[in-house]
Nanobody, 122 residues
Framework: VQLVESGGGLVRTGGSLRLSCVPS??????????MGWYRQAPGKPQRELVA????????NYADSVKGRFTVSRDYGKTTFHLQMNSLKPEDTAVYYC??????????????WGQGTQVTVSS
């Protein structure tokens, strides 16, 4: 599964950005289980989960973004998005889209996009 991200950039505090992720799904993939967004802030060694949506439309958000960010998917397609409102300087990070998928042999794997920079100026 290849993931292509778009939509990052520079925005002022309180502004909005919308990230998009377009997965290319080969025939060897049986199902897409989860679609999500992670971020890695400057100086932080690990990526953190920001938001996730599963095949049933159930969503999960980091406490720090609840009420400000919304993850969604285009039904009938595999494209998904992260709408980010009321952005804060602490949201500055490289954002990665992520897909959890099951292959035709039952194996589960995680796939990652290339990352897109989001910078929020104060």
């Amino acid at each position: 599964v290849q993931l292509v991200e778009s939509g990052g950039g520079l925005v002022r505090t309180g502004g909005s950005l919308r990230l998009s992720c377009v997965p290319s799904v080969p025939p060897s993939i049986f199902s897409i289980n989860t679609m999500g967004w992670y971020r890695q802030a400057p100086g932080k060694p690990q990526r953190e989960l920001v938001a996730q949506i599963d095949g049933g439309g159930n969503t999960n958000y980091a406490d720090s973004v609840k009420g400000r960010f919304t993850v969604s998917r285009d039904y009938g397609k595999t494209t998904f998005h992260l709408q980010m409102n009321s952005l804060k300087p602490e949201d500055t990070a490289v954002y990665y889209c992520n897909v959890g998928a099951t292959g035709s042999l039952g194996e589960f794997d995680l796939y990652w996009g290339q990352g897109t920079q989001v910078t929020v100026s104060s």
